[in-house]
């Protein structure tokens, strides 16, 4: 069974909550809007995030239901792509860690089709000061590096039935930019921006031009 790509027309909010159960092998890609939203991890207060500065910006907020710190998605910001696995499919892994494996390898061939040579992350999380507020500011199973800095993240729901696995690619990345969202006392923000200035880089390629090549390289 391939996996066939479906766009859905939804705000990040509601294509977050989407159900996935009986859902069966799926690629489903949402339809951002120009208008950045910043999403929240399931169990991130929203007291981590500077309200005001993010009105000023005029960038909505929501949560999603899976873990990881704060995601700024747009048209602009990234690429975005969910698939699901049902727990009888012979991509599902018991252990979640391992379950990262087999799309962060699509996704670094895909890339390399497209130029773009990544390392794959193998081993445990990695962690710092702002990871736990900012989602690429952490380096997780499967999740792909260029030069050391992230450009592909991922993070997971997962039942007993199937997963899916939520992973984004960046077209721009400013650690000033997240850094000024964060309620962070004036000398935290500005450290807190220069260090995640270097945690991550982005790619020009459009999301057309991504979302093709790791179709072609996805497991049939």
Do not use: Y
Not at 37 to 66: H, K, W
Not at 156 to 162: E, F, I, L, S, V
Request: include cysteine; aromatic fraction near 6%.
């Amino acid at each position: 069974m391939s996996f066939e790509p479906v766009a859905i027309d939804e705000d990040p909010g509601t294509f977050h909550a989407r159900t996935f159960l009986d859902v069966g092998r799926a690629l489903w890609i949402p339809t951002l809007s120009v208008l950045p939203t910043l999403v929240l991890g399931s169990n991130q207060p929203e007291a981590d995030i500077d309200t005001a500065a993010l009105r000023s910006a005029g960038i909505a907020l929501t949560t999603r239901r899976s873990g990881g710190g704060a995601v700024l998605v747009g048209r602009d910001e990234l690429i975005w792509f969910d698939v699901i696995v049902p727990a009888t499919d012979p991509l599902w892994h018991d252990d979640v860690g391992r379950s990262f494996d087999w799309i962060g390898s699509a996704c670094q061939r895909a890339l390399a089709t497209l130029g773009v040579s990544t390392e794959q992350h193998t081993g445990r999380l990695v962690s710092n000061e702002w990871s736990r507020r900012i989602c690429f500011a952490s380096l997780g199973p499967g999740e792909l590096t260029v030069n050391g800095k992230k450009l592909v993240g991922m993070s997971q729901r997962r039942t007993r039935h199937a997963s899916r696995i939520q992973v984004a690619i960046l077209r721009r990345w400013d650690g000033h930019r997240h850094a000024s969202l964060l309620a962070l006392p004036a000398h935290d923000r500005e450290r807190a921006g220069h260090e995640l200035a270097d945690a991550a880089t982005a790619i020009p390629h459009s999301p057309t031009e991504v979302i093709d090549a790791i179709v072609r390289e996805l497991p049939r």
